[in-house]
DNA sequence: TCTGGGGTCCTAGGACCC
DNA sequence: TCTGGGGTCCTAGGACCC
């Protein structure tokens, strides 16, 4: 059996185990920047706050309803994420972590277990350990554990949010009360697809014919249908190496000058370096784009990227910056706003076994100067040893006007409890 | 005024090989 | 007049997830 373990409202639940306050209140976290609803605690979802909403298009409804707004604290998130991950992978002998909120446990050798109990027992203890809720679903498949998850977040009793679906009853009962479009891997299109086919709940898609999903959809959507079946077809997966990382941003402003896009993709590529050099990979290329204002459909429009195939394998931040604004200096038109560019590195390979290039190589004596670089960074604060490329004069900021404290990651910032 | 960021996988089609 | 068959690799674009 598989369980996977959800927590709910992740962002806003997170903000409120730090001020307990505002449990039963309307909670919204937003993106970078303040621009649009990321995270909603279940009293602003019943408001009718749809993920996504623009943050300005809202405000009004906010003040109106008394609804509580932070912006984004990845710093707390993430190492709310790690604690409860943490707590889990002693809950099974194999662990995927799905996403910053969500892991499947393999269930393997718990046949004498009530699992419907087990369950109850890891919410139990995930709340009183990290203060985060969670609900769990348990199935013969990841896709039902997916499916019994939401059962569980849609009618958790009193106490417990824990479903198990272990007969084939269950199975039936559950797939046919999921809409199709509410299926985990079915999204807009397919399901307006499967819609035609009279396709509307999950258990009608278990039913099409196992060769017309896949010549008509593909390989990916009958894997799923034969796990909704519950032919167990998705596996565990193991935690790898990305395959390729980005930093892309959004800006306040329009920026209309190519010295300002140069600074940001400047700087995009350090932090992306950064990521590699963590992993202990080098990349052998890398993607620039810019964009405008796509939500300005008056003012010309203009997004273009570009690859780029670097000479050499590198995680050098200052080579992989000068690659990428050469592939800036090709795409750069003047004459537009931008609103967006981002910076993607892929096709990795490890750090330590580089091959020796004929006529250019990575200049080795940034290997030294990236670990020191990367030590200050870490013992200093981030981004405190930067390029000159960079952001000098620390003109740059975003917009984050409800920012909460780095309760876990801060010692200035912890909290602080009077008695 | 103001609309996020970071990933994965699959397919079709073109270029190329013998 | 007549123009094969079987591969691989790469890329762009599209779909999905959180």
């Not at 710093?75 to 943490?86: C, E, F």
Request: hydrophobic fraction near 40%.
């Amino acid at each position: 059996m598989y369980a996977l373990v959800d927590c709910n409202n992740f962002y806003a639940s997170c903000e409120r185990v730090f001020q307990p306050n505002l449990i039963g209140k309307p909670v919204v976290v937003l993106s970078n920047n303040d621009g649009c609803v990321i995270a909603r605690s279940n009293e602003a979802k019943d408001l009718g706050i749809p993920m996504g909403a623009p943050y300005f298009e809202f405000k009004n409804l906010f003040i109106e309803k008394g609804v509580h707004v932070f912006s984004a604290n990845f710093a707390l998130y993430g190492d709310m994420s790690n604690r409860v991950m943490t707590l889990l992978s002693e809950y099974a002998p194999e662990i995927e972590i799905y996403s910053v909120d969500e892991a499947f446990l393999k269930l393997q050798g718990f046949d004498h277990y009530n699992l419907t109990d087990y369950g109850i027992e890891i919410g139990k203890r995930v709340k009183k350990w990290t203060g985060i809720p969670v609900s769990i679903g348990v199935a013969p498949t990841k896709a039902l554990a997916k499916v019994a998850n939401r059962i569980a977040k849609k009618y958790p009793t009193q106490t417990q949010s824990s479903y198990v679906i272990d007969s084939d009853e269950k199975r039936i009962k559950a797939l046919k009360w999921l809409k199709i479009e509410d299926v985990w891997g079915i999204g807009r299109q397919l399901s307006k697809k499967l819609q035609l086919k009279h396709v509307s709940t999950a258990y009608d898609f278990t039913l099409l014919d196992d060769n017309w999903v896949k010549s008509n959809l593909s390989i990916v959507e009958l894997r799923l249908k034969l796990d909704l079946q519950g032919i167990p077809t998705l596996g565990l997966e193991e935690s790898q190496a990305k395959k390729s990382i980005a930093t892309t941003r959004s800006f306040e402003a329009n920026y209309t000058k190519y010295e300002q896009l140069k600074e940001r993709i400047s700087t995009f590529a350090v932090s992306c370096a950064e990521k590699l050099r963590q992993q202990h990979s080098r990349c052998n290329a890398l993607m620039v784009f810019i964009q405008t204002n796509r939500h300005r459909s008056e003012l010309p429009q203009y997004h273009k990227s570009m690859v780029v195939k670097l000479p050499y394998s590198t995680n050098s931040a200052i080579e992989l910056s000068q690659f990428a604004i050469k592939a800036l200096k090709l795409i750069f038109k003047e004459g537009y706003a931008y609103k967006k560019a981002g910076v993607v590195i892929m096709d990795f390979t490890p750090e330590n076994d580089q091959q020796i290039a004929i006529f250019e190589n990575s200049n080795p004596k940034h290997i030294a100067l990236m670990k020191s670089m990367d030590k200050l960074n870490l013992s200093i604060g981030q981004q405190k040893v930067r390029l000159g490329s960079q952001d000098a004069k620390r003109v740059w900021k975003m917009k984050q006007e409800n920012l909460s404290n780095r309760y876990t990651t801060k010692l200035a910032e912890i909290i602080v409890v009077k008695i």
